[in-house]
């Protein structure tokens, strides 16, 4: 509040360091850092006053890359050029911390060829989601890519002049995908106005005053993760919404999986037609997919055989956008050590068993170590074999550790342990058993 209040309101005289840490290098202007700089004060001023939140229009500005040069495609190195996306007058939760945000203003013109291209996006028709995500990206560590493309449309063309379409895919490190469909001036408002309007110097389409791209954002569609997974036999939905333009209806829904080279369709919806095509223990709500555009897809009981990439497919008459979402199934281990505690005979070698079953995928690292009293620390041993692992049928993996213990070299009593690591474990699973020296009491 201090710092707030001897800042006389701009966000620019907050002397506070750890603000410059926020700025992304790919962003230019200062009214690029004026914007991260409010989003800053949120951490600074978090926990003090608390006025109702309410919506604001904020401009969101990304630094992304442009890929693609006009007529060639991708795979055939395409090349990529700075680009800026603004997004102008987003709906964002303001609860008064957000301090005076002015609009972005376009930087001075910057002739080297270097400059990156400028898209203004006006987000009018459709709304943009997870604004607030956006804003904020910079304070709140997330990592932000953004990539804009040419985006060829279907069906217009037939010696009209096309308008020029651009996809704008978002992605956020927290898992959060966005897909944005842009339409750009059609070169027939050039002839509309003459030839005063001047062409980008590298899209060839027309530029405004300020020599950006003018686009609206009249398709979108998102997915709140792109990365899951699930334990065997639960259920897991996988989230995919979309709005359009009022000019534009859904016609068709699909959602398939592609693993290991092929592919399936999962789930298939024409609109109009009768019925949903629907695999066993898939299900899309088609009520909620008409109604707001919920197209997310649930699966039921999960297997190892549902892991893959889903792909939602939106489509309309004219244009399909899609999102991937990554499905891994895990399953922590069970862990046993037998015997439980053993005592040993003199000159004796005894083994010892750390049964580990039921986990999925197959990566898993186990290891061993020994305790005695005289020992300050557990040491670690490498002495061990293991078993061929198993696949039991419904996928998951078994193996067994074996350690073999010498009373001849022991130092007893002692305690070995077998620790077990896999990516469906928070933590290590470690388990114990305890070795008595020869003739100590049975317990
Ligand atoms: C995405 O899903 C993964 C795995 O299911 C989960 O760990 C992660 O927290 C999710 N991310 C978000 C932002 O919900
Ligand atoms: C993501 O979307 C799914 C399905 O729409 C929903 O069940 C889940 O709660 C969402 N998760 C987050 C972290 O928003």
């Given at each position: 509040?201090?710092?707030l209040?001897?800042?006389g309101?701009?966000?620019?005289?907050?002397?506070f360091p750890?603000?410059?840490a926020?700025r992304?290098p790919?962003?230019?202007?200062s009214?690029?850092?004026a914007?991260?700089?409010c989003?800053?004060?949120?951490g600074v001023?978090?926990g003090?006053?608390t006025?109702v939140p309410?919506?604001?229009?904020?401009?969101?500005?990304l630094?992304?890359?442009?890929?693609?040069?006009?007529g060639l495609?991708?795979?055939f190195?395409?090349s990529q050029h700075?680009?800026t996306?603004?997004l102008?007058?987003?709906?964002?939760t303001?609860d008064?911390t957000?301090?005076?945000?002015?609009?972005?203003?376009i930087p001075?013109?910057?002739?080297s060829?270097?400059?990156p291209i400028?898209f203004?996006?006006?987000?009018?028709?459709?709304?943009?989601?997870y604004a607030d995500?956006?804003l904020?990206?910079d304070?709140s560590g997330?990592?932000?890519?953004?990539?804009?493309?040419?985006y060829?449309?279907q069906?217009?063309?037939?010696g009209?002049?096309?308008?020029?379409?651009?996809?704008?895919?978002?992605?956020?490190s927290?898992g959060?995908?966005?897909a944005?469909?842009?339409?750009?001036p059609?070169?027939g408002?050039q002839?509309?106005e003459g030839h005063?309007?001047?062409?980008?110097p590298?899209l060839?389409i027309?530029?405004?005053?300020e020599?950006t791209?003018?686009?609206t954002v009249?398709?979108?569609s998102?997915?709140n993760?792109t990365?899951l997974r699930?334990?065997?036999g639960?259920?897991i939905?996988?989230?995919c919404h979309?709005a359009?333009?009022?000019?534009?209806?859904?016609s068709s829904l699909?959602?398939?999986r592609?693993?290991?080279?092929?592919?399936?369709s999962l789930?298939?919806?024409?609109?109009g037609?009768a019925?949903?095509t629907?695999?066993p223990k898939?299900h899309v709500d088609?009520?909620q997919l008409?109604?707001?555009g919920?197209a997310s897809?649930?699966l039921?009981?999960?297997?190892?055989d549902?892991?893959?990439?889903y792909?939602?497919?939106v489509?309309t008459?004219q244009?399909?956008?899609?999102?991937?979402i990554?499905l891994?199934v895990?399953?922590?281990?069970?862990?046993?050590?037998?015997p439980?505690?053993?005592?040993?005979?003199?000159?004796?070698?005894i083994?010892?068993?750390c049964n580990?079953?039921?986990y999925y995928?197959?990566?898993?690292?186990?290891s061993?170590?020994?305790?005695?009293?005289?020992?300050?620390?557990e040491?670690?041993?490498?002495?061990?074999r293991?078993?061929?692992?198993?696949q039991?049928?419904d996928g998951?993996?078994?193996?067994a550790?074996?350690?073999?213990?010498?009373?001849?070299t022991a130092?007893?009593?002692a305690?070995?342990?077998?620790?077990v690591?896999h990516?469906a474990l928070?933590?290590?699973?470690?388990?114990?058993?305890?070795?008595?020296?020869?003739g100590e009491?049975?317990?």
């Amino acid at each position: 509040m201090v710092l707030l209040a001897a800042s006389g309101r701009s966000c620019f005289q907050l002397g506070f360091p750890s603000i410059f840490a926020c700025r992304r290098p790919l962003l230019r202007g200062s009214m690029i850092l004026a914007l991260i700089l409010c989003c800053c004060m949120l951490g600074v001023l978090a926990g003090t006053a608390t006025p109702v939140p309410e919506i604001r229009r904020v401009d969101v500005v990304l630094g992304c890359s442009y890929v693609g040069e006009e007529g060639l495609p991708r795979a055939f190195g395409g090349s990529q050029h700075p680009a800026t996306l603004v997004l102008r007058g987003l709906s964002v939760t303001d609860d008064g911390t957000l301090g005076d945000i002015t609009d972005y203003e376009i930087p001075q013109e910057d002739h080297s060829s270097s400059a990156p291209i400028i898209f203004e996006a006006s987000a009018q028709l459709v709304s943009i989601p997870y604004a607030d995500a956006l804003l904020h990206v910079d304070c709140s560590g997330e990592e932000v890519s953004c990539e804009l493309s040419p985006y060829s449309f279907q069906q217009e063309g037939n010696g009209l002049c096309p308008a020029s379409w651009f996809l704008a895919a978002i992605r956020l490190s927290s898992g959060i995908s966005i897909a944005l469909l842009l339409r750009g001036p059609s070169c027939g408002s050039q002839k509309d106005e003459g030839h005063n309007v001047a062409l980008h110097p590298k899209l060839r389409i027309p530029m405004s005053k300020e020599g950006t791209l003018l686009t609206t954002v009249e398709f979108q569609s998102s997915s709140n993760n792109t990365s899951l997974r699930t334990r065997l036999g639960s259920s897991i939905t996988f989230d995919c919404h979309f709005a359009l333009a009022p000019s534009f209806l859904l016609s068709s829904l699909e959602w398939r999986r592609q693993h290991r080279g092929s592919g399936r369709s999962l789930f298939r919806y024409h609109v109009g037609n009768a019925g949903p095509t629907v695999q066993p223990k898939f299900h899309v709500d088609v009520e909620q997919l008409l109604g707001n555009g919920d197209a997310s897809l649930t699966l039921q009981e999960a297997t190892v055989d549902d892991e893959g990439m889903y792909i939602c497919l939106v489509s309309t008459a004219q244009h399909q956008v899609q999102h991937n979402i990554q499905l891994l199934v895990t399953e922590p281990p069970r862990v046993r050590v037998f015997p439980t505690e053993v005592s040993f005979e003199r000159d004796e070698t005894i083994t010892l068993t750390c049964n580990i079953a039921g986990y999925y995928p197959l990566d898993i690292s186990v290891s061993w170590t020994q305790k005695s009293s005289e020992d300050e620390v557990e040491i670690s041993l490498s002495n061990t074999r293991f078993s061929s692992h198993r696949q039991s049928r419904d996928g998951t993996y078994s193996i067994a550790s074996y350690l073999s213990v010498s009373s001849a070299t022991a130092q007893l009593p002692a305690t070995y342990t077998c620790h077990v690591s896999h990516v469906a474990l928070e933590a290590p699973i470690s388990i114990s058993t305890h070795l008595k020296a020869p003739g100590e009491c049975q317990g």
